[in-house]
């Protein structure tokens, strides 16, 4: 009989086949990961049919890790700090021999999202040899509130990092996907700890693992938009099967954490799971040339559990108007995406006359181009139908506010939105992700973005609008220069 157990350990073996399994001492490395603006597809993107258009950003999740001796300790250890928050260290001891076994913190602080990637990464790797790893954790200032921080720069001044007076959880986010990041980084550098080559050819390794870990620490499995773009970078996004991550959790090893035949085959499970190739669409994209993100965090928030079971509830008491909703939004989100690659193709094709185009449209507005659409060059097609893609995404998800009664583009957003669609230079924007009271998201001409900003502090039409000091760098993960830190460690 074809023995499943030993094909998986053979792949198992195969992909660690270049990994020096004992961690090497006092090598360090770093890592980071980028946050993300999910720009169209939110509530579709929960099914594995529709596809979705996220952007990687310049705020990133740093993870430097170092391999300490191993004698300094009683036990293999980890020890996670992240000095730009109170209380910010948490260390857990494992026993090399019982590795699958959700771990506990010393001095019983909890940080679920820590305790998931160590309880994934150590029940997939199971290193044999005692190892003590160090590993530090930064956050960009952008995924923070920078309200009541001091600034820290690293040595060569590469790094600069916000440092707070309360512990993680006090401190306000922006929704930037700090937890989706933190799981992507820690697990590579967990991973990388234990072997000597580049992260590469691991880069499907760690997002699987990233998403199990994720889904576990959140007791739910979201569409893992969040974690494919912290590991890929900036993507069209389509979810992979969500039975693949339940199927895990049902394993009876949650049910009897003691049970070694069940630590044995969750750990079976794990591997095989980890290392299968899953059905999901992650084709890498970036914003059209000369096109910039400009994000806008909004004082107020929304939760975005409540608004996902409030449409859920609506879709399913509403089979025929949700079907209906749900296929004109996804044909506003191809169109986007759609418009999004035939500026690419525009400016591949004719760089002259698309530069000449966009300084064309830094001179007039959204608001001014709809009125005059009789007279639009036709040329300029490429342009208006990403316009129009985004009105279109936008009038949906007031359809899908009115009918379900979650407040995704509520008329706050609407009239500050609108507002921006008068100002030169701006192409359009959206509520992101799950919508809300959380932040817009506005597509601008890159030459306008400082006349944009400056003419919206001036106005008190915007004054609840913080611009957020980020833009669109679509690189998923990537291997840092440990000296970049040298002075924060
Ligand atoms: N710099 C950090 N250091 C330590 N833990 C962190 C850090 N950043 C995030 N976390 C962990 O992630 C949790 C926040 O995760 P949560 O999913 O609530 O937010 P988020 O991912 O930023 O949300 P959103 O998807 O709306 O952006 C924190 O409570 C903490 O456990
Ligand atoms: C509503 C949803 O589609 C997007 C949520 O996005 P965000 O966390 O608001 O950026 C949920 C999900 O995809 O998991």
Redesign the pocket.
Known sequence: MYNIFNAIKKNHELIFQSINITPMNNTARAFTAPGKAFLAGGYLVLEPIYNAYVTALSSR?HAIVKNRDSDEVPSSTITIS?P??QE?EWKYEVDNGNLVKIPTEVKQRN????EATVFTVLSYIQPKEKFNLEIT???DPG?HSQHDTTTKLSVNKTKKFLYHSKP??AVA????????G?VAVVTTALISAFEDGTIGNLQNVIHNCSQIAHCYA?KKIGSGF?VATAVYGSIIYRRFDPGLINELFQHGFFNSQNDEQLKQSYATALVNLVESKWEFNNTRCTLPPGIRLLMGDIKGGSE?PKLVSRVLKWKSENVSQSSELYKRLNQANLDFIDALSSLHRFYTETPATYKDFLAYLQSTSVAVLESNSQQTDPKLAPFVNLIEAIKNIRSNLRDLTAYSGAEIEPQSQTILLDNCNEIKGCLGGMVPGAGGYDAICLLVIEDSINEFVDSTKQDNKFENVAWLNLHEEDDGIVEEQVNDYSGLL
């Open positions: 999740m992240s730009q928050f910010g940080n679920p999202f820590l954790i930064f956050s995924y993680i959880n986010k922006t929704g930037l996907g700090s937890s989706a933190l959140q969040d975005t």
